[in-house]
């Protein structure tokens, strides 16, 4: 199977920042506790902004820097937990906005915090199929809207966002992915009941399980690619916990270098966090054609996903 090619990214984030101390004068915590037990500084929220918002514009910021005329896109995926509407999905408000033609397929995929790569690793096998070469894939979330603003374990670990990625399938590219779900509901889950539509998290298995199926995921996919860790420029993990980052750091045996780590400025942003730290990497000069970065995510129902992409 052909690799998975970043063509271009972009990014979005809504204009409120919120910081550590910010979160203290609402609920009982301070900066301390937060930043060294997560690596969080400081999050962007929405105020009036839709998840929408956030999605349209990481995805036209993506497609202008990609150069392809729109309509050689052959889907729309948007990654998200938590849509403006049950339906139409986001992607199909994407598709509307940026006057796609009927043969561009949209659709949302809720992987939770792995969503954006699912939505990599299931684009790359349906681009197989498809005439056309590109495909567009959103990673969007407006978590403010899924928080209980009075429970302290959750609400200071997440942030809004957007990140976004024109991608093609290339056979120079190396293909290497590895997914799975555990299936698990107690661990981390927001429900629709409008009593209780909120995140709830059971924090310490969370992490371990994180720690264990992201390392793990790293192993197989560097496995399956053939090639070793000090290959690899960057290596780009769900930022839900810098402790999570540099305990797999440590089960791989990698460096700080390699390991990016943006969550200090963001939160937790579930689906938006890789792609946009893949929009950092590019647009910091990071990382150059050709360069290949191990990405790796884990979320809500314990999905998890590794997978090469190439620059
Ligand atoms: N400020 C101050 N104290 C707090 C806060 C807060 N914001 N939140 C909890 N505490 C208190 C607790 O009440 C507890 O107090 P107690 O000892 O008196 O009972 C104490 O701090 C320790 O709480 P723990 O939950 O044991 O703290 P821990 O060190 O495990 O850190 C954390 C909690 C940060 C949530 C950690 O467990 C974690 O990061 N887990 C993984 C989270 C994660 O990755 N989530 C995202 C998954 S991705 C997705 O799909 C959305």
Redesign the pocket.
């Known amino acids: 199977m052909k690799g998975i090619q970043i063509v271009a990214t972009g990014s979005a984030v809504p204009k409120k920042v919120m910081t550590n101390d910010d979160w203290a004068k609402l609920?009982?915590?301070?900066d301390e506790?937060?930043r060294t037990?997560?690596g969080i500084r400081e999050r962007h929220m929405c105020e009036n902004e839709r998840n929408i918002d956030l999605g349209l514009q990481a995805a036209r910021q993506a497609l202008e820097r990609s150069g392809i005329d729109k309509n050689e896109l052959a889907m729309v995926i948007v990654a998200t937990f938590s849509p403006d509407y049950a339906t139409p999905s986001q992607a199909c408000m994407i598709h509307e906005a940026l006057e796609l033609s009927a043969s561009v397929a949209a659709f949302d995929m809720n992987a939770?915090?792995s969503g954006f790569l699912f939505a990599l690793k299931s684009a790359a096998a349906l681009l197989e199929q498809e005439d056309k070469k590109y495909a567009l894939i959103v990673g969007s979330e407006k978590i403010s809207s899924k928080l209980d603003f009075t429970d302290?374990?959750t609400c200071?670990?997440?942030g809004d966002g957007a990140g976004a990625a024109v991608v093609t399938t290339d056979e120079n590219a190396v293909f290497a992915a590895d997914w799975g779900s555990l299936g698990n509901k107690e661990g981390?889950y927001c429900s629709y009941d409008k009593e209780d539509a909120y995140?709830h998290?059971d924090?310490?298995s969370?992490?371990k399980s994180?720690v264990r199926t992201m390392s793990e995921c790293a192993e197989h996919v560097l496995a399956q690619a053939e090639i070793s860790l000090e290959e690899i420029p960057y290596v780009v993990c769900?930022q839900?916990?810098e402790?999570?980052i540099k305990s797999v750091m440590k089960q791989l045996g990698g460096s700080e270098e390699q390991f990016f780590v943006n969550i200090g400025k963001y939160g937790?942003t579930?689906a938006a966090s890789i792609p946009i730290a893949l929009n950092e990497l590019k647009e910091s000069g990071a990382v150059k054609a050709g360069d290949r970065v191990l990405c790796v995510a884990?979320?809500?129902g314990f999905t998890h996903c590794g997978l090469l992409v190439t620059f």
């Open positions: 609920v009982e915590t301070n506790w937060i037990r997560t939770a915090c302290r374990s200071v670990l997440f981390l995140v998290m924090g310490q969370v992490f994180a769900h839900a916990n402790r999570i937790n579930s884990f979320g809500a």
